[in-house]
Structures are given as structure tokens and as C-alpha cells.
Nanobody
Framework: QVQLVESGGGLVQAGGSLRLSCAAS????????MGWFRQAPGKEREFVTA???????YYADSVKGRFTISRDNAKNTVYLQMNSLKPEDTAVYYC?????????????????WGQGTQVTVSS
């Protein structure tokens, strides 16, 4: 079992920055991949970014060049640095752990989820 707890969400003006954190516990953090998804009101949960245990990364086109995922295996934590935020980035952001296989870009490819943290970007 893996427990995930997100933090760092909040309200920010367009063009600003936020850093989200996701603390993991329960299994060997360094051995599995991590991802971030987001869900805006009335929309499906969508892929944002992911990082393999070895550090390779994936990004949605909508956030490339603005968001950066990283991990600190010593702290069992994954981060999402979000810069140049836009109102359309407003959503609940979820951290997810990938233990098995499947698409990197689908919620079905992830096995454990956090409770989410709200990010609101004002124009």
C-alpha cells in the first residue's frame, strides 16, 4: 500500500509560480514512477507530467516549458514546479504512484492516488 499526500496548492495570479509537493509512504519510493494529473470542474482528469524511477520525464504539451517534475528519493517526495501559470491551469492537482504498467498518460496507468490540492490562477 502507498499513501500519498499533496501540499502547496493555493491562489496565484496569472504569470506567477507555485510548487506542489507529494509525500509518499508505505513502499520503497525510489522503485516506482510518479505522476501528476489535474481535474478542472466539469472535465475529466488529465495527465500533466510523470517521472520514472530513473529520472526520465514526460510532459503534456500544454505544460511543456512551464512545469517541471522532480523527485527526492531521500525524502520520499515528488515535486511539481509550475511557472508562468495561466487561468486555464486552474484545477485540482493529484499526485499518483505507478507500480505496474500501462499508459503513462492515462489514469489507468497509475495505482495509488493522493487526495488532491487546489490550484487557482486568477487573471
Amino acid at each position: 500500500q502507498v499513501q500519498l499526500v499533496e501540499s502547496g496548492g493555493g491562489l496565484v495570479q496569472a504569470g506567477g509560480s507555485l510548487r506542489l509537493s507529494c509525500a509518499a509512504s508505505g513502499r520503497t519510493f525510489s522503485s516506482y514512477a510518479m505522476g501528476w494529473f489535474r481535474q478542472a470542474p466539469g472535465k475529466e482528469r488529465e495527465f500533466v507530467t510523470a517521472i520514472r524511477s530513473g529520472g526520465s520525464t514526460y510532459y503534456a504539451d500544454s505544460v511543456k516549458g512551464r512545469f517541471t517534475i522532480s523527485r527526492d528519493n531521500a525524502k520520499n517526495t515528488v515535486y511539481l514546479q509550475m511557472n508562468s501559470l495561466k487561468p486555464e491551469d486552474t484545477a485540482v492537482y493529484y499526485c499518483a504512484a505507478r507500480v505496474g504498467s500501462g499508459s503513462w498518460y492515462s489514469t489507468k496507468g497509475y495505482d495509488y492516488w493522493g487526495q488532491g490540492t487546489q490550484v487557482t490562477v486568477s487573471s
